[in-house]
């Protein structure tokens, strides 16, 4: 095998070859990688799972201020009850 005149030796050689092959994979293994990227970028389960997790949110969010204002509603409803008892102590 006849060397090129650019090379030193026969291992400088074969490294060269096998590093050109490695990056060769590579390229390869990144152009996978961008098509696995590509594909989850265009599933379309993964966009309906956030749209379930922002309206659990949002109703976690609303049943929290119902609660909040009912609360405060009834605690004073109570007390005008409680005020206009005569004797209850308050």
Known sequence: M???????SKEVYLRSI???????YLKKG???????????LKDEDGVTS???AVMAA???LVVIAGATILGNNTNAT???????I???GS
């Open 30 to 40: 990144e152009e996978k990688m961008i098509k696995q990227f590509v594909k989850f």
């Open 50 to 52: 956030v749209e379930y």
């Open 86 to 88: 005569p004797g209850s």
């Open 58 to 60: 949002l109703i976690a």
């Open 18 to 24: 096998k590093l050109s092959m490695s990056i060769y």
């Open 2 to 8: 006849a060397l090129p005149l650019f090379v030193a």
């Open 78 to 84: 109570f007390e005008t009850v409680g005020a206009a």
